[in-house]
């Protein structure tokens, strides 16, 4: 059975922080891993990783894969009020397994 | 990406009855899948709609319960059939725009609330 574990489940800090989100995962058929960000009801797609070591960057946000330890991370620098959402990993193939989130909580 | 839109957005069923939600998309695609997300809980995989044949469903969700149409290349129905409270969820359509990427797109979801 597919398992994908995301590390903390929440957590709390202050704007301004830089706050790193952890997915390790163990799937029968990996061709990518994804992150996604929920804040309603849709996920919004933040980054698809297939490569070991190549960082992807868009902003504040940075991700990395490491496939021979099965894990990525998601990092956030100069975290705003507007970062609070829950952060989701997803692992797969076409079929995507998804951890259970992250919920990040930015404080003014 | 895609633009996704899901109808209804929300709605509030009694039990026993049937609720049949909507995804559009604004361009073919090949894959689309629905989700569901109970309170508190991730996205698990219901099924992959397939254009043209029975949709193929996980483990744990059967035909009956959750019917699927998929027509054409930009529109798929999901029904949650003989509603009960444990069907209350978020429904998401997703697609996969391009198989060389493996990208998924949501939809903005159907909040479903069953009495």
């Known amino acids: 059975e597919d398992k994908v574990v995301q590390s903390p489940l929440s957590l709390v800090v202050h704007e301004g922080d830089t706050v790193t989100l952890n997915c390790s995962y163990e799937v029968t058929n990996f061709r990518s891993l994804l992150w996604y960000k929920q804040e309603k009801k849709a996920p919004t797609f933040l980054f698809m990783l297939t490569s070991s070591g190549i960082e992807k960057k868009s902003g504040r946000l940075s991700s990395i894969l490491d496939k021979k330890e099965l894990f990525s991370i998601l990092n956030i620098t100069a975290t705003q009020t507007g970062d609070s959402a829950v952060y989701l990993c997803?692992?797969?193939?076409?079929?995507?397994?998804f951890g259970a989130g992250t919920t990040v909580t930015v404080r003014a | 990406s895609a633009v996704i839109s899901q109808k209804p957005s929300r709605d509030i069923c009694q039990r026993g009855t049937s609720l049949t939600i909507q995804c559009q998309v604004d361009s073919q695609v090949t894959m689309m899948f629905w989700y569901r997300q109970q309170p508190g809980q991730s996205l698990t995989l219901i099924a992959t709609a397939n254009q043209g044949s029975e949709a193929t469903y996980e483990s744990g969700f059967v035909i009956d319960k959750f019917p699927i149409s998929r027509p054409n290349l930009t529109f798929s129905t999901l029904t949650v059939s003989n509603m009960s409270p444990e069907d209350s969820s978020i429904y998401l359509c997703?697609?996969?725009?391009?198989?060389?990427?493996?990208?998924?797109?949501f939809g903005p979801g159907t909040r479903l609330t069953v009495l």
């Open positions: 997803a692992v797969g193939d076409y079929k995507l397994s």
């Open positions: 997703s697609v996969e725009t391009d198989r060389a990427y493996n990208e998924q797109f």
